[in-house]
T-cell receptor
Framework: ELKVEQNPLFLSMQEGKNYTIYCNYSTTSDRLYWYRQDPGKSLESLFVLLSNGAVKQEGRLMASLDTKARLSTLHITAAVHDLSATYFCAASQASNSGYALNFGKGTSLLVTP | NAGVTQTPKFQVLKTGQSMTLQCAQDMNHNSMYWYRQDPGMGLRLIYYSASEGTTDKGEVPNGYNVSRLNKREFSLRLESAAPSQTSVYFC?????????????FGSGTQLSVL
């Protein structure tokens, strides 16, 4: 069974600082997703990473994928308060019935002045 | 743009009561999913349906049943609710993960079982 682990689970950082969230998965998965969730809200898709070495950037967030290490990272550059949210990574697992996404437990990010 | 619509948004049940959570999508997606979200646990897959007429168990299917009524609708039923089923439930849909399409999520149903 595909297991997805994120760390850290909680992160408090100052505005303007950089930090990285890590996502490890236990078995082969050829695609990795990052989602954002604001308190009391649903999940919003950030990135889909499809191949080894894939890198995607949107504003202050950059995601990368290393399928050989089974590792994805979400790098935050010069954090601002608006980035405060919970970030989830998810890896896809194929079965006879199709694909499903297995999620990590999420990283709760708080950006403070 | 409705996307994925879940009803109800909030529900309180007594232990042993039954209820059905409804989910509909208007994006012509093949695959639909039910997840539950608990504090500190992330999202855990309950059931999914890769296409109309098929369903499969996820990580935590016990105590739940599902019906893929048609391509648009995927319902989740609790036959005899238990306090352990207190959670936020999310429905999601996708065109085809195999072709790299992402999941779109509904707004969630907050369920409390007393």
């Amino acid at each position: 069974e595909l297991k997805v682990e994120q760390n850290p689970l909680f992160l408090s950082m100052q505005e303007g600082k950089n930090y990285t969230i890590y996502c490890n998965y236990s078995t082969t998965s050829d695609r990795l997703y990052w989602y954002r969730q604001d308190p009391g809200k649903s999940l919003e898709s950030l990135f889909v990473l499809l191949s080894n070495g894939a890198v995607k950037q949107e504003g202050r967030l950059m995601a990368s994928l290393d399928t050989k290490a089974r590792l994805s990272t979400l790098h935050i550059t010069a954090a601002v308060h608006d980035l405060s949210a919970t970030y989830f990574c998810a890896a896809s697992q194929a079965s006879n019935s199709g694909y499903a996404l297995n999620f990590g437990k999420g990283t709760s990010l708080l950006v403070t002045p | 743009n409705a996307g994925v619509t879940q009803t109800p948004k909030f529900q309180v049940l007594k232990t042993g009561q039954s209820m059905t959570l409804q989910c509909a999508q208007d994006m012509n997606h093949n695959s639909m999913y039910w997840y539950r979200q608990d504090p500190g646990m992330g999202l855990r897959l309950i059931y999914y349906s890769a296409s109309e007429g098929t369903t499969d168990k996820g990580e935590v299917p016990n105590g739940y049943n599902v019906s893929r009524l048609n391509k648009r609708e995927f319902s989740l039923r609790l036959e005899s609710a238990a306090p352990s089923q207190t959670s936020v439930y999310f429905c999601a849909s996708s065109g085809n993960i195999a072709t790299n399409e992402k999941l779109f999520f509904g707004s969630g149903t907050q369920l409390s079982v007393l």
